[in-house]
Nanobody, 124 residues
Framework: QVQLVESGGGLVQAGGSLRLSCAAS????????MGWFRQAPGKEREFVAA????????YYAGSVKGRFTISRDNAKNTVYLQMNSLKPEDTAVYYC?????????????????WGQGTQVTVSS
């Protein structure tokens, strides 16, 4: 089993920044790829960003590309999501997830373990 704990969410004004962290513990592996998803009220969970096992490859949803940056520190078993130029439409619960695969994944069904989520609220 792998446990994931997100942190760093909060309330921020439009145009501001937040940095989310996701700490993994348990039966982790540095070969696992990881991703961030989000779910706004009344909407389905959607892909935000993914990173492969080494950090060399990343992929972003079009709505966040150029504003968000995903990174990882395998020595700390932690993945990060730096969010800049935040917009009210970025308001959601953000979840990190990990999959037992070295490649990128963009569908929630490709991921094996999930965190509990952290709330991000962007005010206009």
């Amino acid at each position: 089993q792998v446990q994931l704990v997100e942190s760093g969410g909060g309330l921020v004004q439009a145009g501001g920044s937040l940095r989310l962290s996701c700490a993994a513990s348990g039966r982790t592996s540095s070969s696992d790829s990881m991703g961030w998803f989000r779910q706004a009220p009344g909407k389905e969970r959607e892909f935000v960003a993914a990173i492969n096992w080494s950090g060399a490859n990343t992929y972003y949803a079009g709505s966040v590309k150029g504003r968000f940056t995903i990174s990882r520190d395998n020595a700390k078993n932690t993945v990060y999501l730096q969010m800049n130029s935040l917009k009210p439409e970025d308001t959601a619960v953000y979840y990190c997830a990990t999959r037992r695969h070295y490649g990128l994944g963009t569908a929630s069904g490709e991921y094996d373990y999930w965190g509990q989520g952290t709330q991000v609220t962007v005010s206009s």
